[in-house]
């Protein structure tokens, strides 16, 4: 096995899964920038001390994944050895650049970039700017996980004498995806689906806080488009492929600086980046 030092960047929503129980996705970076992918994680069951925040450093024993995932930045953690390092870099003044000098080190041009990375050494996470965000569609899923998950984590459960009193994490019912283009001749447009963990979140905080469905995937969508991806931001958007269909990208994160005054096609360096709000 080996130590990883690693910046957690992105979390994907967390799915039932007959082998692992439930299964997370978690990506970050390391201190030179490269891009690494620790799964499976069941967050849920991490004791309170092991459950890293975004952008939070954490140090962690994994080996390299084998068999059919041949993804570069794939690795198997010891959830054991989960340890979290220091606060997170929060959003206070200056933040956004703290981040930046290790999330944008390897930054892709587009997704075509990308793409092209991917046949030449099986790249499969990155992050790049697009050139616009045109929209983000909302549509309907599933209400339900399959009934295969629900019955094999619950059998699982009762194999590990496990407790069974806690439910599979809520299924959104909707599916939410960007379209957009990329600065990048070859681009037709681009239409992915969002995995992050934040998106469901919000979502059912707010069905908990007694708004509609509709109402609160319109607040998601004001929040995802209108603010994550509006003309103040220096938006990117961190992306991953799918290991049962290598082939499709998926949007598995935001990082949406405010700036004044900043080229967003650059990478910045420390102090670059001027004056940031909180949000």
């Known amino acids: 096995m080996e130590k990883l030092k690693v910046l957690i960047t992105v979390k994907t ?3 039932p899964s007959a082998k692992y129980d439930e299964l997370v996705c978690t990506a970050g970076v390391t201190e030179a920038g490269d891009f690494i992918r620790l799964y499976p994680i069941n967050f ?3 004791p309170f001390s092991q459950q890293y925040k975004k952008y939070q450093w954490i140090e962690v024993l994994a080996r390299k994944h084998k068999g059919r995932d041949v993804r570069k930045e794939s690795y198997r953690p010891d959830c054991g050895s989960i340890r979290t390092i220091g606060d997170p870099i929060d959003t206070g003044r200056g933040a956004w650049g703290e981040r930046a000098r290790y999330v944008l080190v390897n930054k892709a041009a587009s997704l075509e970039e990308l793409c092209d990375r991917q046949k030449a050494d099986r790249t499969s996470l990155g992050i790049f700017k697009p050139q616009a965000v045109e929209d983000l569609v909302v549509s309907a899923a599933d ?3 399959r009934p295969g998950f629900k019955a094999a984590l619950l059998q699982a459960r009762l194999w590990e004498n496990r407790t069974v009193s806690k439910e599979p ?3 959104v019912p909707l599916k939410f995806q ?3 283009h990329c600065d990048d ?6 239409r992915l689906m969002i995995e992050d963990w934040e998106v469901g979140a919000l979502f059912w905080r707010l069905v908990d806080q007694g708004c509609s469905h509709k109402e609160a995937a319109d607040k998601v969508r ?3 488009l209108r603010e994550l991806c509006g003309p103040d931001r220096g938006t990117h958007f961190f992306v991953g492929t799918i290991l049962a269909h290598p082939n499709t990208w998926g949007v598995i994160g935001v990082f949406y600086p405010k700036i004044a005054g900043y080229d967003h096609n650059t990478t910045p360096a420390p102090g670059l980046f001027g004056p940031i709000d909180s949000a």
């Open 13 to 15: 929503y967390p799915i």
């Open 178 to 180: 960007y379209t957009f």
């Open 143 to 145: 209400a339900d996980w």
């Open 44 to 46: 849920r069951d991490l």
């Open 169 to 171: 994490p809520r299924k």
């Open 185 to 190: 001749a070859r681009c037709r447009g681009h």
């Open 222 to 224: 004001d929040k995802f």
